[in-house]
T-cell receptor
Framework: DAGITQSPRHKVTETGTPVTLRCHQT?????MYWYRQDPGHGLRLIHY???????DKGEVSDGYSVSRSKTEDFLLTLESATSSQTSVYFC??????????????FGPGTRLTVL | AQTVTQSQPEMSVQEAETVTLSCTYD???????LFWYKQPPSRQMILVIR??????QNATENRFSVNFQKAAKSFSLKISDSQLGDAAMYFC???????????FGGGTRLMVKP
């Protein structure tokens, strides 16, 4: 299994509060991703990173920001959480090698509930 | 935009039997990758199998194999000798070569009957 951890694994928060989720990898992979999964759906990309301090938006980036100050850590921040951001959040990583770039390995997920 | 469709919300199979999960996709790209991920009740997304579009040979991983029909844009997963531990949600996913975003289908829930 890829060495990916996410913290916290579960969080309950209130509307309007800031929330930060952490993804940590021990694989030294260049690419890191944040997805969200909602009931009955597959995963949708929020943001991704292609190196330290290099990030870009995904499909559903509104209301989220990210930061990557070290290769191993990728943070997802909800500046002011809303109930629509209640979801399961997954981090993923992929290598910077031919073909390997395209294969993403996922962390265990974080269940976030915004009341 | 790419889309991935899994037309079977639920499937069931008897233990030790074979089951096939369907997936179709739409893309204008010629170079891409397709995946099947398994999500058991633990919620972990586990890579089951990967297919490169430029390869004509169907991928196989132990009891899991795919039937990749590029012209028809079809990518089905066959599970042989089904086991109780195979019970899970299965997601088909697509990514263009050197892309960043996996596009997922809606998933198929597989139940395995003892």
């Amino acid at each position: 299994d890829a060495g990916i951890t996410q913290s916290p694994r579960h969080k309950v928060t209130e509307t309007g509060t800031p929330v930060t989720l952490r993804c940590h990898q021990t694989e030294n992979h260049r690419y890191m991703y944040w997805y969200r999964q909602d009931p009955g759906h597959g995963l949708r990309l929020i943001h991704y990173s292609y190196g330290v301090k290099d990030t870009d938006k995904g499909e559903v980036s509104d209301g989220y920001s990210v930061s990557r100050s070290k290769t191993e850590d990728f943070l997802l921040t909800l500046e002011s959480a809303t109930s629509s951001q209640t979801s399961v959040y997954f981090c993923a990583i992929s290598e910077d090698i031919a073909g390997g770039r395209n294969t993403q390995y996922f962390g265990p997920g974080t269940r976030l509930t915004v009341l | 935009a790419q889309t991935v469709t899994q037309s079977q919300p639920e499937m069931s199979v008897q233990e030790a039997e074979t089951v096939t999960l369907s997936c179709t996709y739409d893309t204008s790209e010629s170079d891409y990758y397709l995946f099947w991920y398994k999500q058991p009740p633990s919620r972990q997304m586990i890579l089951v199998i990967r297919q490169e579009a430029y390869k004509q040979q169907n991928a196989t991983e132990n009891r899991f194999s795919v039937n990749f029909q590029k012209a028809a844009k079809s990518f089905s997963l066959k599970i042989s000798d089904s086991q109780l531990g195979d019970a899970a949600m299965y997601f088909c996913a697509y990514i263009r070569n050197a892309g960043n975003m996996l596009t997922f289908g809606g998933g198929t829930r597989l139940m395995v009957k003892p």
